[in-house]
């Protein structure tokens, strides 16, 4: 089993930034891909960002591109997502992803482990 933690959520202005935090324990050696998505009040889950335990192999949503970073410490078995000039389209809550799939990049359902959540707001 794979544990993920979020944190670094918040409520933020139109234009700041926020960087997200996810902590990974347990068998960590079993997953290829770590992803991000989102949640917004009466949505889907969408896809947000991916990247393989390496640091490469780096896709973001195209409605995130340029303005946020997906980055990994694997010393630290740490995901981290770097968002900048933040919008209110960008509020929802936010969840880490972990798959076994080294394919897995947009579709939710490649993705087996799951964090808890973090809210992120953004007020105009």
């Known amino acids: 089993q794979v544990q993920l933690v979020e944190s670094g959520g918040g409520l933020v202005q139109a234009g700041d930034s926020l960087r997200l935090s996810c902590a990974a324990s347990?068998?960590?050696?079993?997953?290829?891909?770590m992803g991000w998505f989102r949640q917004a009040p009466g949505k889907e889950r969408r896809f947000v960002a991916r990247i393989s335990w390496s640091g490469g192999s780096t896709y973001y949503a195209d409605s995130v591109k340029g303005r946020f970073t997906i980055s990994i410490d694997n010393g630290k078995k740490t995901v981290y997502l770097q968002m900048n000039s933040l919008k209110p389209e960008d509020t929802g809550v936010y969840y880490c992803?972990?798959?076994?799939?080294?394919?897995?990049?947009?579709?939710?359902?490649?993705?087996?482990?799951w964090g808890q959540g973090t809210q992120v707001t953004v007020s105009s």
């Open positions: 347990g068998r960590t050696f079993s997953t290829d891909a």
């Open positions: 992803a972990g798959s076994t799939r080294y394919y897995a990049t947009y579709d939710r359902h490649e993705y087996e482990y």
